[in-house]
């Protein structure tokens, strides 16, 4: 029987908060007791502390060293959770999406981050069933392919925003078919009027919609997606701009919104679906799952992709041990070649006749000193470079990331410390195994 298996089993038991910070005492513990049985009986700190300050510059320069190897390592781990956070909070309003039979991978992208995508359109007599079947309290369509200066134009209705986005930031929902909606990081006013183009990026024609504008009457708040770099038009006018029906009868033609004809909808790429009861869902996911429609929950989708990037954060996770290992081997290096410095010191202390383990006790502790300070320092430029790669991951992919360290990088960095203070005990036993006359004379 394991006899930490009754230590185990308590663990499990605690709160999570509890599990993390015994965790990390554990970790710690190791370097705790090295320290206790090595300074046990003396008082070395005072002779540390005139070593730190007479080589202030090397230690200085040791200590980032240190900080830096450990700041990069567990930055980019705590990016790869803060990636995973920002793309599953993107998905968060879709609870369901319809289209065409294809790739869910595909119509996730499209849909959901507005990555372009060419996939076939649902006609108005399945929106019709999608629309109509029980416990579904929106069925919104999500047209897409215009642009304006990079951002995308989406056609939807106005219960989609509001699903989207709640109040709106400023302005007033559309009301014409001219009307547009923009997402809180584009960079047009309320009132400002804008031409479309057909496409999006670099294959975009900028002239193709050129006797059409837009004005824009609202504004969302954030959503911490790339639909806050989205301009959302009533889908109406998405279809008229392209010289379709646009989507109700012509005695109804300024009609904005459901519902509408299935004999005058042009089609659209997806559907936004959301019923009444979560658990309906389920239910509406079997009943469109058919040869015409694909029903899919950009969630579990989005869990499948979040697997794999489970393997992406082991390969980062063995690669930052790795660097661990490396930084740990510079480190002794280092150790060695500063006691170099003052090896006519401690010869001195030896000839004098303080004890091996006085000497010993001084190396370790100036030795451990600087791994717990270039640890600390880890830390700190760990949360920097969480900022810095979160900024910039945001402004590439749309996605807010709000990363940051937590107690996975802890645990990692109390592990690093614990094994190189162990480790540090090497330089202290060279730095007595060398003789006291050659460093006297050196």
Do not use: C, K
């Not at 298996?5 to 499990?12: H, N, T």
């Not at 929902?173 to 584009?186: C, L, P, S, W």
């Amino acid at each position: 029987m394991n006899p930490l298996a009754p230590l185990f089993r308590a663990i499990e038991w605690m709160p999570v908060a509890w599990q993390d910070i015994t965790a990390l005492i554990v970790l710690l513990v190791p370097a705790l007791v090295v320290g206790a049985l090595v300074l046990f009986g003396f008082r070395p700190f005072p002779l540390v502390s005139a070593m730190l300050w007479r080589f202030r510059w090397t230690n200085v320069l040791f200590i980032a060293l240190i900080a830096v190897s450990v700041g990069i390592g567990v930055g980019l781990i705590a990016q790869e959770r803060g990636l995973r956070q920002g793309t599953a909070r993107a998905a968060d309003p879709f609870d369901l999406v319809v289209a065409a039979p294809g790739s869910e991978i595909t119509m996730l992208f499209a849909a959901v981050y507005l990555q372009p995508s060419d996939v076939p359109l649902l006609s108005g007599e399945i929106y019709d069933t999608v629309a109509n079947a029980p416990d579904v309290s929106l069925a919104a369509p999500i047209a897409y392919g215009d642009s304006y200066n990079a951002f995308p134009i989406v056609g939807s209705t106005a219960q989609f925003v509001t699903h989207m986005s709640g109040t709106l930031a400023e302005g007033e929902m559309f009301v014409a078919h001219t009307d547009a909606v923009i997402g809180a990081r584009v960079d047009l006013s309320i009132g400002e009027s804008f031409s479309p183009a057909h496409g999006v990026g670099d294959v975009a024609e900028h002239d193709a919609h050129g006797n059409f504008d837009y004005t824009v009457s609202g504004r969302m708040a954030p959503t911490g997606s790339p639909w806050d770099r989205a301009i959302i038009v009533p889908v109406e006018a998405v279809w008229e701009i392209h010289g379709l029906a646009n989507g109700h009868a012509p005695e109804n033609a300024d009609q904005l919104g459901p519902p509408f004809d299935s004999a005058y909808f042009p089609g659209t790429p997806a559907i936004l679906v959301s019923a009444e009861q979560l658990y309906a869902n389920y239910a509406l996911r079997a009943q469109f799952t058919t040869s015409e429609t694909m029903a899919f929950f950009p969630g579990a989708v989005l869990a499948s992709l979040h697997s794999l990037m489970g393997d992406v954060r082991q390969v980062m996770s063995v690669m930052a041990v790795v660097t661990q290992i490396l930084v740990t081997a510079g480190v002794l290096t280092g150790l060695v070649i500063l006691t170099r410095l003052f090896a006519r010191r401690l010869a001195l202390l030896r000839a004098l006749g303080a004890p091996a383990r006085f000497v010993f006790s001084v190396v370790w502790s100036y030795a451990a000193t600087l791994i717990v300070f270039g640890a600390i320092g880890g830390v700190a430029v760990g949360y920097a470079a969480s900022a810095i790669i979160s900024r910039a991951v945001t402004e590439r992919t749309d996605i807010l990331v709000n990363a940051t360290l937590g107690w996975p990088e802890f645990h990692l960095v109390a592990a690093f410390v614990s094994f190189t203070v162990i480790l540090a005990l090497l330089p202290a036993f060279i730095a007595l195994s060398r003789p006291v006359v050659t460093d006297l004379r050196s």
